[in-house]
């Protein structure tokens, strides 16, 4: 039998999305996706083998969770120009962008938030790191908290306004 392993995309090539790699390129198999080719892309294919793209029209529908990594003024973009099965386990990465801001059919949305400050050449300290989810729906929740468990077992809910204080 072959060993497949699960898949998770990362769109955005930034520093957030860097540790979130380094985090989860030995247990999945990594899809990073950027607006453009560019230098920092090229790196996340040699550093953690992962499958990349200077596009995100033509993203794969059947991933394990959809982190995105990408400025809170191009995040609304990025969810109207991504197609992606109403199911997916979609991770806005952002401490401040509103959920209720933007109108997708997706029904498994949240916000995955780590209290940490991220430069590049930082070692984080997963386990050590509180983790902030804000979703849509209990059922959302629950999906990003299977992913996020992979991060840190420290694990809290806040909504917008709570997040925003």
Known sequence: MLDVRKKIVIIGCGNVAWHLANQLYRKFDLVVYNHKANAQLAEFKKEFNALTYSSIKKIIPNAEAYFICVTDSSIASVTKTISLPPASNVLICSGTFDLASIKIKLKNISIFYPLQTFSKEDKIKWKDTLVVIDSISQAAFLK???????????IIQLDYQQRLK
């Not at 990003?144 to 420290?154: I, L």
Request: glycine share 0%; aromatic share 18%; hydrophobic share 35%.
């Open 144 to 154: 990003a908290q299977s992913v996020c468990m992979y991060f840190s077992k420290q």
